[in-house]
């Protein structure tokens, strides 16, 4: 999470692609950490709310197999420059950010907790796996850039646990906990459609599930001052161009010069495109390259 960009390996690639099923995976509530605090209950419009946590009234979105591999291929192009996102379960660097190893499907990261999280995870569940001799040295960089007690041994694991099926389903499944469905859950009671629900779910793994003013439940109270959202009267239109306005303005603060491409001409490009049902074909860039889905 938080990634802050990619250095691009060939010049400005387009990329076809077909679209793939993804079953969705058991889900639970966003876990409680140092970085990812669950929003709180009273930030839940008032009012109107389906059992299943939707607003009434609200559009569909994500939910659909066919979308959510969208979402997963758009996050894909930002994070790991491949809208393949299924070739990413191996992939590791630091990027220099500050944040340590950056690796996997969603860009988990050894010094945001989320990436021990999903050890920590994965090892209850099948404790001789190749990444569990790790986790001491996990534990003491979260939080840092450091790699102390992690080179040269902890890339080559974590690209040989990636071969293993149930770690990519643990990464699948972290994923999903974390940043799919939390990010879906608060779109669909805003009343947003499948654009917003992917605007809040790339902002979720970018910043982080924080409620701090730069994470993403503090972004979303900071938009939602400027611009009403739609489950209490608002224009969905108006509310996503407030929180891509906020989201922009918090990056270049935190990294003055950042490339906000993921946003400028990608999410952007779909709101004033109208494409609120973020329907395909779909053109973008990020970070200098074009991809297209059809």
């Not at 990634?3 to 889900?27: I, N, Q």
Request: some cysteine; glycine content about 10%; hydrophobic content about 40%.
């Amino acid at each position: 999470m938080k990634r802050a960009g990619v250095l691009l390996l060939v010049a400005a690639p387009v990329v076809v692609t077909g679209a793939y099923l993804l079953m969705p995976a058991d889900t639970a509530d966003a876990p409680s950490s140092p970085s990812a605090v669950t929003a709180p209950a009273a930030s839940r419009e008032a009012g109107g709310d389906r059992a299943d946590g939707r607003a009434e009234g609200a559009p569909a979105g994500l939910a659909s197999p066919e979308k959510k591999e969208l979402a997963q291929q758009l996050v894909s192009s930002a994070e790991n420059s491949t809208v393949e996102w299924r070739t990413s379960y191996g992939a590791i660097e630091d990027d220099g950010h500050g944040d340590g190893y950056t690796a996997g499907i969603i860009g988990f990261c050894t010094g945001t907790h989320d990436l021990l999280a999903l050890v920590e995870r994965y090892t209850r569940a099948r404790p001789d796996n190749g990444l569990a001799r790790y986790l001491p040295a996990l534990r003491a960089v979260d939080g840092t850039g450091s790699h102390e007690g992690l080179d040269p041994g902890f890339p080559d694991a974590w690209r040989a646990e990636a071969e293993v099926p149930a770690f990519r389903k643990a990464q699948e499944e972290e994923r999903d906990r974390v940043y799919f469905d939390p990010a879906v859950r608060r779109a669909e009671r805003d009343g947003l459609g499948a654009l917003g629900q992917f605007v809040y779910y790339d902002a979720m793994v970018f910043h982080g599930p924080d409620t701090g003013p730069d994470g993403f439940y503090g972004l979303r109270e900071r938009a939602a001052e400027r611009a009403a959202t739609p489950a209490v009267g608002g224009s969905e239109t108006d509310f996503l161009n407030a929180f891509l306005d906020v989201r922009r303005a918090a990056m270049l603060a935190r990294r003055p010069g950042i490339d906000t491409s993921r946003i400028d001409t990608a999410q952007r490009r779909f709101l004033e495109a109208g494409n609120l049902a973020l329907r395909t074909p779909l053109t973008w860039q990020t970070y200098g390259d074009t991809y297209r889905v059809p």
